[in-house]
């Protein structure tokens, strides 16, 4: 089964797209997205601490930043295969 396409909505996350790869695809963009990473500790398991014995809204608050980072990270992949010609003619809205 077809899910039909919301033309202006695809429109409108490609355009969001752009605009995020526009910021950030820059080596200072880069750098500075580096640098959040770094700082919200994204690199780092949700839990830390012993087993059992940790904090649940500090996990949250980790799995929260982490999130953020991963759709960024996926936006930019999406923008950079919808700016590299290709045969795929997949819609990722």
Not at 22 to 47: C, D, M, N
Not at 50 to 76: C, N, S, T
């Amino acid at each position: 089964m077809m899910i039909p396409i919301d033309k202006k909505a695809a429109e409108r996350a490609r355009a969001a797209r752009r605009r995020l790869y526009s910021l950030f695809a820059t080596p200072v963009g880069q750098q500075v997205l580096s640098e959040l990473e770094e700082r919200f500790e994204t690199h780092l398991p949700v839990f830390q601490g012993k087993r059992g014995d940790y904090d649940p809204l500090d996990a949250m608050r980790r799995d929260a930043h982490r999130e953020v980072f991963l759709v960024i990270r996926h936006q930019l992949e999406l923008a950079e295969r919808e700016t590299t010609p290709s045969t795929n003619t997949e819609d990722h809205a």
